[in-house]
């Protein structure tokens, strides 16, 4: 197993859009309609999925997959993940422009949890992203928020979902898995309706294509190149009876201890499948504690994990995360790991 997830804290190049929107045979009139719609589609997506700069001329990071063999097992990687992917983007400036939907709300630093977009980090070599999602204003499309702040009101997850198949298809030898979670606290519903928009989404002919298609296990790095796996942190209980597919793990968010250091959730019963999970993000020490003593507390109980990971379980899943938050002297601190930091973990 070495799968260890460390969610750290941690003009789109629209030249080969024909490669996702074309089809063999095409008009060339119809595949320039193609192109232009994708391309209108990871533009609107651009707030979230950032700049496409390709990859280093000195860090071979775009396609570190390429070299690994087909069958090594997903759970025994080590995958450098994002947590709040989302957030890279998010600003003083864009929180005043969005009061009118979310209210007034705490300084913008406290809910930015990365500096490099989605595309970005991709480039980067990460490969495993925390995709938080909610109704947009209007209860019509889905967003992305960081707990109340919404992040970019114009952006679906449509949008976010294409801009990830189009990355993927310059970057067929790799995966990633995408962590997709229900943000509660944001004042919209969570109702049949959108339950059935996101389950549409992913059973698409196109989603298909670009979604690993097995159920209860992540199986290995040949069945998943090319592909997006699902961590699904999010019920599917409103669901129509028809609508029965089930892709990735499901990590049920009823089990998911709130601020656990040593969760342990199962998620395959029948073949024995469990997630060891460090979701360790709010200090338990005194509030009149020092930065240092805060981060040392988090650190200690990263590495404790991390370190289990290499010792136990080892065809099991283990997902540490990297960040935390705390409020030391009234000011928020929400430690951010640059681009250039190792992964520090085995999954998340």
């Known amino acids: 197993m ?20 074309a089809l063999p045979g095409d008009h060339p009139s119809q595949t320039a309609l193609s192109q232009a719609a994708l391309s209108d589609i990871l533009l609107r997506g651009l707030p979230i999925l950032g700049p496409d700069d390709g990859c280093s001329k000195t860090l071979n990071t775009c396609d570190w997959m390429a070299k690994i063999p087909d069958d090594t097992p997903l759970v025994r990687m080590n995958l450098p993940g994002t947590h709040d992917t989302s957030t890279w983007n998010y600003s003083a400036t864009t929180q005043a422009s969005l009061t009118r939907y979310t209210g007034p709300l705490p300084s913008a630093d406290i809910f930015r949890c990365q500096e490099r977009s989605l595309l970005q980090s991709l480039n980067d070599g990460i490969r495993v992203f925390d995709l938080r999602f909610a109704y947009n204003p209007g209860n019509d499309t889905i967003g992305f928020y960081h707990s ?23 970057h067929p030898t790799e995966a990633v898995l995408v962590s997709i979670n229900h943000e509660g606290g944001t004042g919209t519903p969570y109702d049949a309706k959108i ?25 290995t790095l040949g069945q998943a190149r090319g592909k997006l796996a699902l961590l699904q942190r999010f019920t599917f209980d409103l669901l129509p009876a028809y609508k ?6 499901q990590l049920d968010p009823g089990h998911w201890t709130d601020n656990g250091k040593s969760i342990e959730l199962v998620y395959n019963v029948d073949k024995g499948l469990t997630a060891f999970i460090e979701d360790y993000y709010a200090s338990s020490l005194p509030l009149t504690s020092t930065p240092s003593q805060f981060i040392e507390d988090k650190f200690n109980v990263t590495t404790a994990h991390l370190g289990n990971a290499t010792l136990f379980n080892h065809d099991q899943l283990y997902i540490s995360f990297a960040s935390a938050a705390a409020i ?15 992964p520090t973990s085995r999954l998340l």
């Open 328 to 342: 030391v002297g009234g000011v928020g601190m929400t430690p951010r790991f640059p681009s250039s930091a190792p």
């Open 148 to 170: 109340a702040a919404l992040l970019a009101p114009t952006t679906t997850m449509t949008d976010v979902f294409f801009g990830l198949y189009q990355w993927l298809n310059k």
């Open 2 to 21: 070495f799968f260890h997830l460390e969610l750290g804290a941690l003009f789109l190049s629209l030249s080969p859009l024909s490669s996702l929107a």
């Open 244 to 249: 029965t597919n089930r892709i990735g793990i």
């Open 195 to 219: 339950q059935e928009m996101v389950y549409d989404l992913i059973n698409s002919d196109i989603g298909k294509r670009y979604w690993v298609q097995t159920s209860g296990s992540l199986g």
